[in-house]
């Protein structure tokens, strides 16, 4: 299945806010489109079949 790489990121920031309490949370609502490029930039570009879901460690 492919999916967009800024879905992904979208989901994945989304699901961060829902889960977040406190500063985490705070600083989750502010701009984060230096995040957006990091993640865009340095995480998508693994190859699909190398990735491994976030156990939310």
Partial sequence: MIVDANAQIEQFIERQRREARGMRREM???DLYGTR???SKLLFPVPENA?????GV
């Fill in 51 to 55: 990735r491994r879901p976030c156990t």
């Fill in 37 to 39: 490029i990091l993640l």
């Fill in 28 to 30: 989750l609502e502010k």
